[in-house]
């Protein structure tokens, strides 16, 4: 016979329906799965820069504090501020401090190759730096800071190590 009968008929949009429910509950889990790693990204990354954000910077400290207690490496940790930036909003406007914040996040992150780069405040960054200590950073952050000088404005930095000093007595 040509076609298929009524049981036959039944079977395929049974089938159909199961396929069409499974392919929607797919795309349903995808979609939630694709929100759940847009909300952990906004949990651990600061909306300007897309750098790591203060809570991600703080666990990071916390393991690299621990590694360098076990291994017996320094670590150093950097804090950068952009000096008079409530001025630099005031008279530019909030969206060329914006624009100086992205800039700068930029050229630190270039620099930052093995380290961590966060955007821990208005116009303040720290960098993680694990095996480096506190000479070795300074020099660090005075290099990424160098280089073109057109815009007006200056950038403070600090620099707090953990020294490897703490030695396994023999």
Same mark, same amino acid.
């Given at each position: 016979p040509e076609g298929f &009968? *009524?049981?036959? $008929?039944?079977?395929?949009n049974e089938l159909a329906d199961d396929l069409a429910y499974g392919i929607a509950n797919l795309?349903?889990?995808?979609?939630?799965?694709?929100? @759940?790693?847009?909300?952990?990204?906004?949990?651990?990354? *600061?909306p300007l820069t897309d $750098?790591? &954000?203060?809570t991600h910077l703080h666990e990071r400290l916390e393991e690299a504090i621990e590694l360098a207690?076990?291994?017996?490496?320094?670590?150093?940790? $950097?804090? !950068? @501020?952009? %000096?008079?930036?409530?001025?630099i909003n005031e008279i530019l406007g909030h969206q060329a401090g914006d624009q100086?914040? @992205? @800039?700068? /996040? %930029?050229?630190?992150?270039g620099a930052a190759k093995h380290? !961590? $780069? /966060?955007?821990? %405040?208005? /116009?303040?960054f720290a960098l993680l730096a694990p095996n480096v200590g506190a000479d070795d /950073?300074?020099?660090?952050?005075?290099? +990424?800071? #160098? %280089? #073109?000088?057109e815009a007006s404005f200056h950038v403070c930095f600090g620099v +707090?190590?953990?020294?490897?000093?703490?030695?396994?007595s023999s």
């Open positions: &009968n *009524d049981e036959e $008929l039944k079977l395929i795309r349903m889990r995808i979609e939630h799965r694709k929100a @759940q790693e847009a909300i952990a990204h906004l949990a651990y990354h *600061d $750098l790591p &954000n203060r207690k076990r291994q017996h490496h320094p670590v150093a940790l $950097l804090y !950068l @501020q952009v %000096g008079q930036f409530r001025e100086l914040v @992205q @800039q700068l /996040a %930029g050229r630190l992150a380290e !961590l $780069l /966060a955007h821990v %405040g208005e /116009a303040a /950073a300074a020099t660090k952050a005075q290099r +990424s800071l #160098r %280089g #073109r000088r +707090s190590s953990r020294p490897a000093a703490l030695r396994r």
